[in-house]
């Protein structure tokens, strides 16, 4: 196997990987869509909302928001020795929102949430969550959580994931565009690491086969 990059940006990152089959580059790409842990805003609790958004909206946009990961300070919820639905410091990390509207019409952007931890954020200060007409006022406190794409599409860790494939010289040229949960030369290592993962889980539940 041989991977020689291309180019990396901020958030996208080409490089071009041989030296394995087809079936390998596939899986890399799918377990970069599906497996790799990001946080997500998964339970928002609305205090007041007097908006034109409904509050089941408002959580939705929220959900939708890319979060910055932080992978070795947090669990997987299902992975957490907590096993409590409402989490802990070690698999849910909150954000609060408390704005009133002062002027005609204010927009609330991401810059308004306040993170419990500073390492878990929004990616950017700019995204538009609501508008407000004045005397409209937002409250709510949201909890991120480490999940994957598989559950749903705002744990995707990339925006996009492709390849085009050079049979002649045997060579996949990937693509990899982050949504800023992570960067993505770590989204590739940890795709690579969790393949590795199902390989040594399958060899083992093989050699239990042969044992028995």
Not at 78 to 101: D, F, M, Q, V, Y
Not at 151 to 163: E, F, G, I, M, N
Request: proline share 6%; hydrophobic share 40%; charged share 25%.
């Amino acid at each position: 196997m041989d991977i020689k990059l291309l180019s990396k940006e901020q958030d996208t990152l080409r490089f071009v990987l041989s030296g394995v089959k087809p079936a390998f580059a596939n899986a890399l790409r799918r377990i970069m869509l599906s497996e790799v842990p990001v946080m997500a805003i998964d339970d928002v609790m609305i205090l007041e909302n007097n908006s034109v958004m409904y509050d089941e909206i408002l959580a939705h946009r929220l959900g939708l928001i890319p979060i910055t990961t932080d992978l070795e300070s947090y669990n997987l919820p299902e992975e957490c020795t907590c096993k409590s639905e409402l989490g802990c410091s070690k698999c849910r990390a909150s954000l609060s929102l408390e704005i009133e509207a002062s002027d005609p019409v204010e927009v609330v952007y991401t810059s308004h949430l306040k993170p419990e931890n500073p390492d878990v954020r929004p990616v950017s200060d700019k995204i538009p969550i609501v508008k407000l007409a004045q005397g409209q006022r937002v409250k709510l406190e949201a909890f991120a959580r480490l999940g994957k794409g598989r559950t749903h599409a705002k744990w995707q860790p990339v925006s996009a994931a492709t390849y085009s494939y050079d049979e002649k010289a045997g060579t996949f040229t990937f693509l990899v565009e982050s949504t800023g949960a992570l960067p993505p030369e770590r989204i590739v290592l940890e795709a690579a690491r969790i393949i590795g993962a199902k390989s040594v889980d399958f060899q083992e539940q093989i050699g239990g086969l042969e044992k028995s």
